[in-house]
T-cell receptor
Framework: KQEVTQIPAALSVPEGENLVLNCSFT??????LQWFRQDPGKGLTSLLL?????REQTSGRLNASLDKSSGRSTLYIAASQPGDSATYLC????????????FGSGTRLQVQP | GAVVSQHPSRVICKSGTSVKIECRSL??????MFWYRQFPKQSLMLMAT?????????EQGVEKDKFLINHASLTLSTLTVTSAHPEDSSFYIC???????????FGPGTRLTVT
């Protein structure tokens, strides 16, 4: 059974810092990996999706990398802003089976002004 | 991008009653829909997967007689929480995917509170 782990569970940084969120998964046979943002009491906002054949994806200040063989992904946030404060979720879609996304436990990010 | 809506966004009900949550794909045909549950400060846990016109497949530990899922059309799935109890209070999120899509698109969620 696929397990997704995110480290750290919580992170507090001053505004302007560059930061890295980590995601690891136990079964490397994935179809794709996706990073989401969730604000308190709200639904999910998709940030980046990386196909299993890709190494990274970029969108603005966000960069996500994928090392499928080692079961790891990182989300890099450059020049963090208070508006980046949210919970960041990593999710993987398996290469076989029902193909529902399996989520990690999330990293709660607080960017202090 | 593809849009998924959920209704209601919030619902409060009394213990013992049933509640229905609707999930709609607004601009695409969702051949597969997923229902997730999220407890406070926890991640999303998959409850069930449904394909249009067939019975839902439930994850281990999810009571199919308590959480009734109907995927009657390519744009609508419903989750009915029967005989709700306070421990069913949670954030329920649906997700939909078309046959040829790489992505799952998520609804905004429904906050259920059972008193």
């Amino acid at each position: 059974k696929q397990e997704v782990t995110q480290i750290p569970a919580a992170l507090s940084v001053p505004e302007g810092e560059n930061l890295v969120l980590n995601c690891s998964f136990t079964d490397s046979a994935i179809y794709n990996l996706q990073w989401f943002r969730q604000d308190p009491g709200k639904g999910l906002t998709s940030l980046l999706l990386i196909q299993s054949s890709q190494r990274e994806q970029t969108s603005g200040r966000l960069n996500a990398s994928l090392d499928k063989s080692s079961g790891r992904s990182t989300l890099y946030i450059a020049a963090s802003q208070p508006g980046d404060s949210a919970t960041y979720l990593c999710a993987v879609r398996p290469g076989t089976g029902r193909r529902a996304l399996t989520f990690g436990s999330g990293t709660r990010l607080q960017v202090q002004p | 991008g593809a849009v998924v809506s959920q209704h209601p966004s919030r619902v409060i009900c009394k213990s013992g009653t049933s509640v229905k949550i609707e999930c709609r794909s607004l601009d695409f045909q969702a051949t597969t829909m997923f229902w997730y549950r999220q407890f406070p400060k926890q991640s999303l846990m998959l409850m069930a997967t449904s394909n249009e016109g067939s019975k839902a497949t439930y994850e281990q530990g999810v009571e199919k007689d308590k959480f009734l899922i109907n995927h009657a059309s390519l744009t609508l799935s419903t989750l009915t929480v029967t005989s709700a109890h306070p421990e069913d209070s949670s954030f329920y999120i649906c997700s939909a995917r078309s046959l040829d899509s790489y992505e799952q698109y998520f609804g905004p969620g429904t906050r259920l509170t059972v008193t």
